[in-house]
């Protein structure tokens, strides 16, 4: 059964605390959304202020395949702001459970009907598609919430949603639920939220129980503890269910759109996130590792290619002789079995203190067993650093270049900002560039305290990791970058 997927990353997605989008990039998230197959996108809600609008507008005149959804009370306000904003149909959001009846709309069951039919109407007579949602689902009287669906279809709904508001619902119950509603005369689709880590199981559930449509966010993101997760759906179809379902979804397109979302949002993910954190693919076990090598399938339930991801090696602590050669032929770095040990013994004296072991360490520890006399060709010479609470951040830095001294100097929004981008018109003649991820721990405590930074540059379909060790933040970044970008330039 072919199950259409409406993504909500521009409406409910936005409610994440912090995240606020400006209107260039919730159109680039949109476009990336209709790029990739989903079939509707609920792109804001209209009535949130005169940008919002602007926003949701400029989506609805893409001309893209989805259809462009707004958010709509059953107020005709909202619903001749969304007739503003062209969009095809409306998500109308209408409480439905006694709770929210009784203490936040302040009336009854029988208004509340009345209200939601006649915005029904308000929408069909002016060429609106409705998607009728009942809000706090989960948590209304059955009985009544049928009714409601009913007479808003009798009214001229073109589909209905179940909206497990505050993440109650449990996966045998929303089999039983959606099984009884899906026999109603619509689509029906399921709108979970993951307060209790359910959300996806309860999507899944409602799938089985008949639902055809489900919501869900890009990376999981919204309110409180989120929404259900777009690419953690779409994969379990794929992989799970294939034989009782199936998307529109360019399933290799799942992690890079994660990344867009990520990096406009703010709300980077922990690395063990399913199918696009940075460790979902990635083997530091040696026994894992092996595995991996010689038939992927031991130990990965799906291919990293299969979502546009990619699958790595990680050297630590655990990492066996078959993932350290593998990471260094990676790395472009060819041993004997002799030189293979050697290294070995020495990254795991490194990890067994307690380090991470970058990329770079893994070269220099390389080079030393290999007796390869490397050269940087990029020197720090001399970083100077002003900032305070009324001065803009700024770093002058000189660098040696290949034997040739550069002077050059910008600013940042941080001390550490300012550095990297003053050290960025430096090396301006390296092209390629990118500045992917950048991480600190304090080692030690208290104000003196030793920073761990730990960069991952890209140039190219080359990606590597690089750190520095310093009691000075500033110094400790500057160092770990320009080491990476030495490796990346050799």
Avoid: W
Wanted: glycine share 8%; proline share 2%.
């Amino acid at each position: 059964m072919k199950i259409k997927v409406l993504d909500t990353t521009l409406r409910d997605g936005e409610q994440t605390p912090g995240v606020s989008l400006t209107g260039n990039e919730k159109l680039r998230i949109a476009s990336k959304l209709d790029e990739i197959g989903v079939n509707f996108i609920e792109a804001g809600s209209a009535v949130t202020s005169a940008g919002e609008r602007e926003a949701i507008k400029n989506i609805s005149a893409q001309g893209f395949n989805a259809r462009i959804l707004s958010f709509s009370r059953p107020i005709f306000k909202d619903i001749d702001y969304c007739l503003y904003c062209d969009v095809d149909d409306v998500n109308l959001v209408v409480p439905t459970s006694d709770l929210h009846i009784n203490e936040k709309l302040k009336t009854t069951r029988e208004k509340l009907l009345d209200l939601s039919n006649n915005a029904i109407d308000y929408c069909k007579d002016h060429g609106l598609g409705v998607e009728l949602s009942a809000e706090d689902a989960s948590r209304s009287d059955l009985d009544f919430l049928e009714k409601v669906f009913s007479v808003g279809i009798e009214t001229g709904a073109d589909r209905i949603c179940f909206c497990d508001t505050v993440g109650v619902l449990s996966p045998s119950i929303s089999y039983d639920i959606f099984s009884r509603l899906s026999k109603l005369n619509a689509p029906i689709s399921v709108h979970c939220h993951n307060d209790f880590g359910l959300a996806v199981a309860n999507t899944i559930a409602a799938l089985k129980g008949g639902a055809k449509e489900f919501h869900s966010t890009i990376n999981g993101i919204g309110e409180r503890a989120g929404n259900a997760s777009f690419e953690e759906l779409v994969s379990s179809i794929k992989i799970l269910f294939a034989d009782e379902f199936e998307t529109d979804i360019k399933m290799d397109e799942l992690y890079s759109a994660s990344k867009l979302a990520a990096r406009l949002t703010g709300v980077y993910l922990q690395p063990n996130k399913a199918v696009v954190g940075e460790n979902a693919f990635a083997h530091e076990s040696g026994i894992h590792s092996d595995g991996v090598i010689k038939n992927a399938e031991t130990y990965e339930p799906m291919t990293p290619e299969l979502v546009g991801h990619k699958r790595k090696f990680i050297v630590g602590k655990h990492v066996g002789t078959k993932g350290l050669n593998s990471k260094l032929l990676e790395l472009g770095i060819t041993v004997n079995d002799e030189q293979l040990k050697e290294i070995f013994k020495d990254v795991k004296s490194l990890a067994d203190m307690g380090k991470t072991v970058s990329d770079v360490d893994l070269q220099a520890i390389a080079d030393n067993v290999l007796n390869i006399d490397y050269e940087k060709r990029i020197k720090l010479v001399d970083l100077n650093i002003v900032s305070g609470n009324s001065v803009m951040p700024t770093a002058s830095v000189k660098l040696d270049i290949d034997g040739k001294e550069i002077v050059e100097a910008d600013v940042g929004i941080g001390p550490v900002d300012a550095a990297i981008n003053a050290v960025n018109k430096g090396i301006s003649e390296f092209e390629g560039i990118e500045f992917v991820e950048y991480h600190v721990d304090a080692i030690t405590g208290g104000t003196d305290a030793i920073i761990d930074v730990i960069v991952k540059l890209k140039k190219g379909d080359k990606v590597l990791s690089a750190r520095s060790t310093r009691p000075d933040i500033i110094n400790a970044s500057v160092e770990a970058y320009i080491s990476g970008i030495n490796r990346l330039i050799e």
